[in-house]
């Protein structure tokens, strides 16, 4: 069976599907160094405009201008190189720049449409990463398998509650948590099942499954039961 989680709680599922990528990694070309962006291709280089202020959209970038722009900024409109550690005002500014030099073109990681992520891949902390930046907000997942404890026994008493005669339940929590530990014996958001002790009778085990015995019936619905 599977599932839709949102991206939030994906981590360490298994995609029941391919992923592709919702846009392009990263969406414009981007300045890999605080500099000038300028067109390579144009000389006489001045200043013009604003900084390029990170994270806003790319404005057109005028004829021979030369405008600063940060790490990670989006690069001007008509802009394909960012001249580093040189004085603007200097004579030989620019003149050996090349295109795309101090630049991450758009797409360079992920084109829209390609695929990032086969069916199967568990999700890791990278992977889930991944899924964020290409704005992938919701998945579909294989449900993970759930287990549920069943402690039989004249014997056995609830653990941490007072029994004159008997045993506690304790191997009930220990198997609870052993399961807790297994990256795939829980659907995120379920909780620990553990059901109410009986006594070794068939009778007792069955009526203790039943929906009318367990106020809550999602406890009932495990695909294990120990």
């Avoid at 949102?6 to 981590?11: C, I, L």
């Avoid at 391919?18 to 990263?26: G, H, K, R, S, Y």
């Avoid at 069916?119 to 899924?131: C, F, M, P, S």
Wanted: some cysteine; aromatic content about 6%; overall charge neutral.
């Amino acid at each position: 069976i599977n599932v839709g989680v949102s991206t939030d709680n994906s981590f360490g599922c298994e995609l029941a599907e391919n992923v592709v990528c919702m846009e392009d990694i990263p969406p414009y070309d981007v300045s890999l160094r605080d500099g000038w962006a300028i067109c390579s291709s144009e000389g006489n280089h001045t200043l013009t405009g604003e900084p390029v202020k990170n994270g806003e959209q790319p404005a057109l970038l005028q004829k021979n201008g030369a405008c600063w722009i940060n790490t990670g900024g989006y690069l001007p409109i008509g802009a394909d190189a960012v001249v580093s550690d040189s004085d603007p005002q200097a004579l030989d500014f620019a003149a050996d720049v090349y295109p795309y030099e101090n630049v991450l073109p758009k797409g360079t990681e992920w084109t829209k449409g390609s695929l990032i992520l086969k069916k199967g891949t568990v999700l890791g902390a990278g992977a889930q990463a991944l899924l964020f930046e290409a704005g992938i907000e919701n998945i579909r997942v294989w449900k993970r398998p759930s287990a549920a404890i069943l402690a039989t026994g004249h014997e056995i008493a609830e653990a941490g509650a007072r029994s004159s005669a008997g045993r506690h339940s304790s191997n009930a929590v220990y198997l609870m948590n052993l399961l807790s530990g297994i990256r795939r014996s829980f659907t995120p958001g379920t909780k620990r099942i553990r059901l109410p002790i009986v006594w070794k009778c068939w009778h007792k085990v069955l009526t203790s499954l039943l929906p009318s015995e367990v106020p809550d019936k999602a406890r009932v619905m495990c695909c294990v039961l120990l």
